[in-house]
Every structure is written in C-alpha cells, then in structure tokens.
Nanobody
Framework: VQLQASGGGLVQAGDSLRLSCAASGGTYSTYYIGWFRQVPGKEREFVATISPSGRNTYYGGSVRGRFTISRDDAKNTVYLQMNSLKPEDTAVYYC???????????????WGKGTQVTVSS
C-alpha cells in the first residue's frame, strides 16, 4: 500500500484544516489507518486511528474533541478534520496503514510522506 498525505498549510489559531491520506495499491480497505505527527527533536505522536469498517475511531488525548478521522473507501482516502487548531498542533503529519488499530507506531506497516501543518498564534 502506498500512502500520500496532503492538505497541510499555514493557518491561524482557531482555524480548521482537513488533511487527506490517499492510498494506492494493496488492499487498502482492510487496513486500520492512523495519523501521527512529529515535531523536530521530539518523538512521533499518535493522533488518531480508524478501523477498516470506519465504525471505530480512537484519538490521542491532545486532539480528542477537536479532530475527527473518517474514511471514504470509494476514494481510497482517509481524512483528518482538524478544528480549533492551536500553535501546539504545529507538526509534520503522517498517515500510516496497519493490521491493528493502535496508538503505537510500530503497529503500522506502511507510511506515507508527511504534510506540514503550521498554526500561528
């Protein structure tokens, strides 16, 4: 499975942004898809994950209530809707696919290149 994250950009605090993770190849619809983010010098942080059916989602504590993950299997795409953005949400965001829905990045087998999100105060 090849993954490509997109949709990042520069926004102001309080704004919204939607990231997309487009998949190609492989049996995308059978994978959990997760979003992670990373700031230089820090460990990669779990953001959200969604089950193959789309019925189950799980969020990291710092984004719960503000971010929403969803998937459109007809388009082989997973979305991360980010609302009420804060400067501390600034990071490179990555999407990943794996057979287990987990906050542990080791559970994901395929990773896309990241997309930069910058939130100004």
């Amino acid at each position: 499975v090849q993954l490509q994250a997109s949709g990042g950009g520069l926004v102001q605090a309080g704004d919204s942004l939607r990231l997309s993770c487009a998949a190609s190849g492989g049996t995308y619809s059978t994978y959990y898809i997760g979003w992670f983010r990373q700031v230089p010098g820090k460990e990669r942080e779990f953001v959200a994950t969604i089950s193959p059916s789309g019925r189950n989602t799980y969020y990291g504590g710092s984004v719960r209530g503000r971010f929403t993950i969803s998937r459109d299997d007809a388009k082989n795409t997973v979305y991360l809707q980010m609302n009420s953005l804060k400067p501390e949400d600034t990071a490179v965001y990555y999407c990943a696919a794996g057979g287990i829905g987990s906050s542990n990045q080791g559970s994901y087998d395929y990773w896309g290149k990241g997309t930069q999100v910058t939130v100004s105060s």
